[in-house]
C-alpha cells in the first residue's frame, strides 16, 4: 500500500506521521493532531478530498499538499482553489513528495504569527 511506504519513508526523514484511511477520520485528526503540514489525496472513501480540504481549512492554517493521481486540470484547479497549497500527481518519487512537505512546513513555520484571530 501507497501510505504505509510513505508513511515509513518519512518516518526516516525525521517526519511524525499520522494515517487516515478515510476523509471523515483525517478532519478529525487534523482536528485533534494540528499537523505542522498535511498530505492529502482526493480519490478517498465516504467524504472526497476536495470536502476533506475545504473542511481542514475552517478551523486549519496548515498548509495542504494534494498527492493524488487525479490530473485533470480543472480537478487540480478545484483542489487549489479549496485551500490546497500545492498538488503533486501520483506517482512521485518519495524524495520529492518529502521535499514538498517540508518546504511547506518550513514556509508555514516561517509566516506564522500568532494574531489572536482565529484561523
Known amino acids: 500500500m501507497l ?3 510513505l508513511k515509513r519513508y518519512l518516518e526516516l526523514k525525521k ?3 499520522m494515517v ?7 478532519i478529525e485528526i487534523a482536528r485533534r493532531w ?4 498535511i498530505s492529502l489525496d482526493l480519490m478517498m472513501p465516504g467524504v ?5 480540504c475545504a473542511a481542514i481549512r475552517q478551523f486549519s492554517r496548515a498548509p ?4 493524488s493521481a487525479v490530473i485533470n486540470p480543472d480537478l487540480v484547479e478545484r483542489a487549489l482553489d479549496e485551500g490546497a497549497n500545492d498538488y503533486l500527481v501520483k506517482p512521485t518519487p518519495p524524495g520529492v513528495v518529502a521535499s514538498r512537505l517540508q518546504r511547506l ?3 508555514s513555520r516561517a ?3 500568532d494574531d489572536g484571530v482565529s484561523p
Open 34 to 37: 494540528s499537523p505542522d503540514v
Open 64 to 67: 495542504i499538499l494534494i498527492y
Open 20 to 26: 487516515a484511511n478515510s476523509g471523515a477520520a483525517g
Open 48 to 52: 472526497d478530498g476536495w470536502q476533506v
Open 3 to 5: 501510505t504505509g511506504t
Open 111 to 113: 509566516n506564522s504569527v
Open 15 to 17: 517526519f511524525e506521521v
Open 105 to 107: 512546513a518550513r514556509y
